[in-house]
Nanobody, 128 residues
């Protein structure tokens, strides 16, 4: 049974930082595309970043480049999303998702319907 468990969310002031974690189990971690998505109230879920766990290649949305960084710890089967210079508009529920490596390298990593497995999310709230 595949499980993705997010943690690390919280409430911070603008300019602050958080590190989100996604612990994966029941999946071939070494060969996967793990993505981070976010969804703000009243808005669609959007892709933030992804990592191909086999070769470590990373992908990021333009709106977070220079502020958010995705990384992994293969020994812990865990993917991280470092959030820096947070803005109020970053307030959202952040989700981790997993599927085959092809989702990453084919360029479809930002499309939520490409992912089979999802976590329950972790809330990030940024106040001004």
């Amino acid at each position: 049974q595949v499980q993705l468990v997010e943690s690390g969310g919280g409430s911070v002031q603008a300019g602050g930082s958080l590190r989100l974690s996604c612990a994966a189990s029941g999946y071939t971690y070494s060969s996967a595309c793990l993505g981070w998505f976010r969804q703000a109230p009243g808005k669609e879920r959007e892709g933030v970043a992804a990592i191909s766990t086999g070769n470590g290649m990373t992908y990021s949305a333009d709106f977070v480049k220079g502020r958010f960084t995705i990384s992994q710890d293969k020994d812990k089967n865990t993917v991280y999303l470092q959030l820096n210079s947070l803005k109020p508009e970053d307030t959202a529920m952040y989700y981790c998702a997993a599927d085959r490596p092809v989702v990453c390298w084919s360029g479809r990593w930002r499309q939520m319907n490409e992912y089979t497995y999802w976590g329950h999310g972790t809330q990030v709230t940024v106040s001004s």
